[in-house]
C-alpha cells in the first residue's frame, strides 16, 4: 500500500520534516511505500485565481493541480505534517487543500447531499508551540477545521499525533518521544 505525507514548513531541517521523515521510516519498516509531496520544496502555489475557480464549476482543474489529484488517486492514504501558525496551518498547505480537494474529485453533490470520494486512511502530524490547557479545548480549535475538511471528503481520520510544546527551548525528551511516535504511527498506518 502507499501514503501520501503532504508536509508544509519551509526548513529542510525543521522538526516538521523529522517527523515526517520518522513517518516514512515507520511506513517503510511495515513493508509499505510512501511519497513526500514537500509544498515549499516543490514550490507549491497555494493561490486560486478566478478563472481556476471559475474553472471549478465545470468540473475543470489546472494541469498543475490535476497532478496533485492524481497523487492522490495513487495512493492509499493521505498525511498532512505542518506546524500550527496563529492557530492554523501554513497558508501553503490551506491552499493546497482548496485547490486540490475540488468539487468532481474529492466530493460530489448527489441528491441534495454532499458524498465524499476519497476512500483514503487519514492522519495528521501537528506541531503546536503552546501546550494543551485544561481551560480550553485547543485540540478542537487548532486541528478541527482540517479534520472536518478530510472527512467532509470522505477519509476515515485515524488519531492525530498532535505534538504539544514544540518550540526552540522545547524539552528534549519530549522532542524524542515525538519522533519515536511519529515512527510508530507510520509503521501501523496500514494496520
Request: with cysteine.
Amino acid at each position: 500500500m502507499r501514503v501520501l505525507i503532504v508536509t508544509a514548513h519551509p526548513q529542510r531541517d525543521s522538526f516538521t520534516q523529522a517527523l515526517t521523515e520518522q513517518f516514512i521510516a515507520g511506513v517503510a519498516s511495515s513493508g509499505h511505500e510512501a511519497e513526500i509531496a514537500d509544498l515549499y520544496g516543490e514550490g507549491f502555489n497555494p493561490l486560486v485565481s478566478i478563472p481556476e475557480m471559475n474553472g471549478w464549476q465545470k468540473g475543470l482543474v489546472l494541469p498543475e493541480i490535476h497532478a496533485e489529484q492524481e497523487r492522490i488517486r495513487s495512493c492509499d492514504g493521505l498525511v498532512l505534517s505542518y506546524p500550527v501558525w496563529w492557530s492554523t496551518p501554513p497558508a501553503i498547505l490551506t491552499g493546497w487543500l482548496q485547490r486540490v480537494l475540488t468539487q468532481g474529485f474529492a466530493f460530489m453533490h448527489v441528491d441534495g447531499r454532499t458524498e465524499g470520494q476519497l476512500k483514503l486512511r487519514a492522519q495528521m502530524l501537528v506541531n503546536i508551540g503552546s501546550r494543551q490547557r485544561q481551560d480550553i479545548d485547543l485540540a478542537t480549535l487548532y486541528l478541527e477545521p482540517i479534520l472536518g475538511v478530510l472527512r467532509y471528503c470522505g477519509m476515515d481520520i485515524l488519531p492525530t499525533q498532535a505534538n504539544w510544546g514544540v518550540y526552540p527551548q522545547a524539552d528534549r525528551a519530549a522532542l524524542q518521544s515525538y519522533v519515536e511516535q511519529a515512527f510508530e504511527n507510520g509503521k501501523r498506518f496500514f494496520a
